[in-house]
């Protein structure tokens, strides 16, 4: 059985993995702070340790042992990050060298490194792929590219890096945000049967959560040698903001109204994942209609209550609420 650890293991992409890895017979070590609660059931095979990424004490204590980690903690999204800009560039980029050697040095094999697809910037070329230039716009951006720098580094054939560039994810988590594209307009629609769309024509590349919980247990599984020292987009479908209204309405119903407002904003993210589907055959099995689908249903049986109101399911307001240090 093998041993994985996970920064993050309680986010609204990390609750979704450590139950699938756990499903599959790993066993897994989440270190999160836990601030927007636990939705992991207990598990003999999981271990959960609060903590900060910054305290190396603590990351010490729990990183021996543990065949690979899977770092996904950070301060998830340019609004959140720019309340606190010192906080920010304390978690994710200050924080990272050092566990970086910490997991060499406590023997971690493989190190999987949840990057961003943003740090592209805006390109004009219809499929954005791993070789193409880095022109981050934000702080945030800029230090996930950073941070890919640090991390190939260290790469040698005892350490084997890979770092992973994900789409905006969406759909249904245990640890739900609200504060992502299709997951705004699922809600709007669902709650108020009225979508506000800014602009409309900017594309946004996106994955289903599911997809992208299943790319990280197959890069787990694959030859050390094609992942080593490796950068993967992970995506499936670029779509304008116009579509994924469309595409929400076509779920929820014809009564949704949707309403176009102009914008300034035209920024326009698109990825190619052609990559990971080449070289080394992952297949993507669900689109936007399906996450769209699973959050009309967990909304209709109540997994979902006070969806604007909880701010749980937004970060920045629980960034603002409770002022991290």
Do not use: W
Request: glycine fraction near 6%; charge should be neutral.
């Amino acid at each position: 059985m093998k041993k994985i650890f996970i920064t993050g293991g309680a986010g609204y992409v990390g609750s979704e993995l450590t139950k699938h890895l756990l499903n599959i017979g790993y066993q897994v070590t989440v270190y999160d702070l836990f601030i927007y609660g636990n939705t992991l059931e207990n598990n003999n095979n999981l271990n959960l340790v609060k903590g900060d990424i910054r305290d190396q004490d603590l990351l010490k204590q729990h990183l021996k042992g543990h065949e690979a980690l899977i770092h996904l903690a950070c301060i998830s999204n340019d609004p959140s990050f720019e309340l606190n800009p010192k906080l920010g560039k304390e978690i994710n980029l200050d924080a990272f060298e050092p566990l970086v050697k910490l997991s060499k040095n406590s023997g971690i094999k493989k190190f999987f490194y949840a990057s961003s697809s943003s740090v592209y910037g805006i390109k004009s070329e219809k499929n954005v792929n791993e070789d193409m230039s880095l022109e981050p716009l934000t702080d945030y951006s800029k230090f996930k590219a950073e941070c890919e720098k640090i991390l190939l580094d260290f790469k040698s054939d005892d350490f084997i890096t890979t770092i992973i560039r994900p789409a905006t994810v969406c759909g249904y988590s245990s640890r739900q945000r609200l504060d992502l594209v299709v997951n705004i307009l699922t809600n709007l629609a669902y709650h108020k049967k009225e979508i506000s769309v800014f602009g409309g024509d900017q594309l946004r590349p996106n994955i289903h959560i599911k997809d992208m919980v299943r790319s990280y247990s197959f890069l787990l599984d694959q030859d050390e040698k094609k992942i080593n020292g490796e950068i993967f987009n992970i995506g499936y479908e670029n779509k304008s903001i116009t579509q994924l209204a469309e595409e929400v309405k076509s779920v929820i119903g014809d009564d949704v109204n949707i309403v176009k407002v102009p914008s300034n904003d035209n920024r326009s993210y698109h990825i190619s994942s052609a990559k990971i589907h080449d070289l080394l055959g992952f297949k993507n099995k669900f689109t936007i209609i399906d996450a769209i689908e699973d959050l009309k249903i967990a909304f209709e049986t109540k997994k979902i209550i006070n969806s604007f109101d909880d701010i749980n399911f937004f970060n920045i307001k629980k960034m603002q609420k409770i002022n991290l240090k």
